[in-house]
Nanobody, 124 residues
Framework: QVQLVESGGGLVQAGGSLRLSCAAS????????MGWFRQAPGKEREFVAA????????YYGDSVQGRFTISRDNAKNSVYLQMNSLKPEDTAVYYC?????????????????WGQGTQVTVSS
Protein backbone atom coordinates (compact mmCIF):
# COMPACT_ATOMS: atom_id res chain seq x y z
CA GLN A 1 0.00 0.00 0.00
CA VAL A 2 1.21 3.49 -0.85
CA GLN A 3 2.11 5.76 2.05
CA LEU A 4 2.61 9.51 1.74
CA VAL A 5 4.96 11.66 3.84
CA GLU A 6 5.04 15.44 3.44
CA SER A 7 7.96 17.71 4.31
CA GLY A 8 9.19 21.23 3.68
CA GLY A 9 6.73 23.25 5.70
CA GLY A 10 7.80 26.05 7.99
CA LEU A 11 7.58 29.73 8.83
CA VAL A 12 8.13 32.28 6.08
CA GLN A 13 7.49 35.98 5.64
CA ALA A 14 4.86 37.25 3.26
CA GLY A 15 6.25 37.40 -0.26
CA GLY A 16 8.60 34.51 0.38
CA SER A 17 8.73 31.01 -1.05
CA LEU A 18 8.60 27.43 0.17
CA ARG A 19 8.83 24.10 -1.57
CA LEU A 20 6.84 21.21 -0.18
CA SER A 21 7.72 17.62 -0.94
CA CYS A 22 5.66 14.47 -0.71
CA ALA A 23 7.49 11.17 -0.73
CA ALA A 24 5.46 8.12 -1.65
CA SER A 25 6.23 4.51 -0.96
CA UNK A 26 4.72 1.72 -2.99
CA UNK A 27 4.79 0.50 -6.54
CA UNK A 28 1.66 2.30 -7.74
CA UNK A 29 2.96 5.87 -7.38
CA UNK A 30 3.93 6.35 -11.01
CA UNK A 31 0.41 5.50 -12.16
CA UNK A 32 -1.40 7.62 -9.55
CA UNK A 33 -2.79 11.10 -9.86
CA MET A 34 -1.52 13.30 -7.04
CA GLY A 35 -2.58 16.52 -5.42
CA TRP A 36 -2.22 19.00 -2.61
CA PHE A 37 -4.93 20.27 -0.29
CA ARG A 38 -4.75 22.61 2.67
CA GLN A 39 -6.76 23.26 5.79
CA ALA A 40 -6.61 26.37 7.93
CA PRO A 41 -7.96 26.44 11.51
CA GLY A 42 -11.73 26.62 11.54
CA LYS A 43 -11.99 26.24 7.77
CA GLU A 44 -12.86 23.42 5.42
CA ARG A 45 -10.19 21.51 3.56
CA GLU A 46 -9.40 23.34 0.32
CA PHE A 47 -8.11 22.03 -2.99
CA VAL A 48 -4.74 23.53 -3.98
CA ALA A 49 -3.30 21.67 -6.97
CA ALA A 50 -3.41 18.39 -8.89
CA UNK A 51 -1.16 16.59 -11.34
CA UNK A 52 -1.84 13.56 -13.48
CA UNK A 53 0.26 10.40 -13.54
CA UNK A 54 2.94 11.61 -15.97
CA UNK A 55 2.92 15.32 -15.13
CA UNK A 56 1.36 16.26 -18.43
CA UNK A 57 -1.72 17.76 -16.89
CA UNK A 58 -2.05 20.10 -13.93
CA TYR A 59 -4.86 22.06 -12.33
CA TYR A 60 -4.91 24.72 -9.60
CA GLY A 61 -7.31 26.27 -7.18
CA ASP A 62 -8.23 29.86 -7.94
CA SER A 63 -6.53 31.22 -4.82
CA VAL A 64 -3.09 29.85 -5.80
CA GLN A 65 -3.22 30.06 -9.58
CA GLY A 66 -0.09 31.79 -10.88
CA ARG A 67 1.78 31.55 -7.57
CA PHE A 68 2.05 27.81 -6.91
CA THR A 69 3.43 25.08 -9.17
CA ILE A 70 2.91 21.35 -8.75
CA SER A 71 5.37 18.87 -10.24
CA ARG A 72 6.40 15.27 -9.83
CA ASP A 73 9.40 13.01 -10.30
CA ASN A 74 8.26 9.43 -10.76
CA ALA A 75 11.84 8.17 -10.59
CA LYS A 76 11.98 9.55 -7.04
CA ASN A 77 8.38 8.67 -6.14
CA SER A 78 7.83 12.28 -5.20
CA VAL A 79 5.49 15.16 -5.86
CA TYR A 80 6.32 18.78 -5.11
CA LEU A 81 4.55 22.06 -4.51
CA GLN A 82 6.58 25.19 -5.23
CA MET A 83 4.89 28.10 -3.45
CA ASN A 84 5.90 31.64 -4.39
CA SER A 85 4.61 35.07 -3.38
CA LEU A 86 3.19 33.60 -0.21
CA LYS A 87 0.47 35.46 1.66
CA PRO A 88 -0.69 35.22 5.28
CA GLU A 89 -3.91 33.62 4.02
CA ASP A 90 -1.84 30.71 2.69
CA THR A 91 -1.20 29.68 6.30
CA ALA A 92 -2.56 26.15 6.75
CA VAL A 93 -1.65 22.51 7.13
CA TYR A 94 -0.84 21.20 3.65
CA TYR A 95 -1.72 17.63 2.77
CA CYS A 96 -0.52 15.46 -0.08
CA UNK A 97 -3.10 13.18 -1.65
CA UNK A 98 -3.22 10.25 -4.03
CA UNK A 99 -6.40 9.16 -5.73
CA UNK A 100 -7.74 6.92 -8.46
CA UNK A 101 -7.91 9.57 -11.16
CA UNK A 102 -7.02 13.18 -11.91
CA UNK A 103 -10.66 14.18 -11.52
CA UNK A 104 -10.99 12.33 -8.22
CA UNK A 105 -7.94 14.14 -6.84
CA UNK A 106 -9.58 17.47 -7.58
CA UNK A 107 -13.15 16.72 -6.56
CA UNK A 108 -12.86 14.49 -3.49
CA UNK A 109 -12.02 16.09 -0.14
CA UNK A 110 -12.36 12.71 1.52
CA UNK A 111 -11.38 9.29 0.26
CA UNK A 112 -8.15 8.50 -1.52
CA UNK A 113 -4.87 8.29 0.36
CA TRP A 114 -3.58 11.19 2.47
CA GLY A 115 -0.35 12.12 4.16
CA GLN A 116 -0.11 13.41 7.72
CA GLY A 117 0.29 17.04 6.66
CA THR A 118 2.94 19.73 7.04
CA GLN A 119 2.39 23.15 8.60
CA VAL A 120 2.98 26.29 6.55
CA THR A 121 2.86 29.61 8.38
CA VAL A 122 3.18 32.92 6.54
CA SER A 123 3.79 35.97 8.69
CA SER A 124 2.76 39.46 7.63
Amino acid sequence: QVQLVESGGGLVQAGGSLRLSCAASGRTFSSSAMGWFRQAPGKEREFVAAINWNGGRTYYGDSVQGRFTISRDNAKNSVYLQMNSLKPEDTAVYYCKSDSSFLAVIQRTSGGLWGQGTQVTVSS
